[in-house]
């Protein structure tokens, strides 16, 4: 069955530290996997995906498929970056929308 | 704002009532998704169409719950005779439907069951 593992529930760093978020799925085939994220009284929006292997606002995350994981990370963290994070796995072809999201990951990121 | 809207915001209501939330899409949009996330869990999906084609149903929406779109633009999601378990936030969201497209969702409507 599909999963998306996201081990940590609360996250917190001072800024200029690096972060790192966790992200292990569960999928047989071939994974599409996304980052979203919701700040503060705002609606959940895609950060970014695998597939683009682009940097967003300082972040990237690679995709292993040997250890099933999609880590987010971060080198110097930022007030700013304070939000949920969730990583989404996607199966792709007639499926695309469907997404199966992990619990969530609230970073908090002190001055 | 041209992004996904939903409304109402929040909604309380007894146990055993029926409520209707309505989702208007991006209007390029094709695809649309309803997903709910309760307290501390992160969205799961329930129910998406293609146009006014329903596609696809999770085995989380009971029977209790209906989805239309009846005209392939906004769309109205259903729950019959309210339970306390319903409670939860209802999220919206729409695709151009093409490979690479992200989602773009709603501000969700919170539902709460008394």
């Known amino acids: 069955a599909q999963r998306v593992t996201q081990p940590e529930k609360l996250l917190s760093v001072f800024k200029g530290a690096p972060v790192e978020l966790k992200c292990n799925y569960s999928?047989?085939?071939?994974?599409?996997l996304f980052w979203y994220v919701q700040y503060s009284r705002q609606r959940l929006q895609l950060l970014l995906r695998h597939i683009s292997r682009e940097s967003i606002k300082g972040f990237t995350a690679d995709l292993n498929k040997g250890e099933t994981s999609f880590h987010l990370k971060k080198p110097f963290a930022q007030e700013e970056d304070s939000a949920m994070y969730y990583c989404?796995?996607?199966?792709?072809?007639?499926?695309?929308?469907?997404?199966?999201f992990g619990r969530g990951t609230q970073l908090t990121v002190w001055p | 704002d041209t992004g996904v809207s939903q409304n109402p915001r929040h909604k309380i209501t007894k146990r055993g009532q029926n409520v209707t939330f309505r989702c208007d899409p991006i209007s390029e949009h094709n695809r649309l998704y309803w997903y709910r996330q309760t307290l501390g869990q992160g969205p799961e999906f329930l129910t998406y169409f293609q146009n006014e084609a329903q596609l696809e149903k999770s085995r989380l929406l009971s029977d209790r719950f209906s989805a239309e779109r009846p005209k392939g633009s906004f769309s109205t999601l259903e729950i019959q005779r309210t339970e306390q378990g319903d409670s939860a936030m209802y999220l919206c969201?729409?695709?151009?439907?093409?490979?690479?497209?992200?989602?773009?969702f709603g501000n969700g409507t919170r539902l709460t069951v008394t």
């Open positions: 969201a729409s695709t151009q439907g093409q490979i690479n497209s992200p989602l773009h």
């Open positions: 989404a796995l996607g199966m792709g072809g007639s499926t695309l929308g469907r997404l199966y």
């Open positions: 999928y047989s085939g071939s994974p599409e």
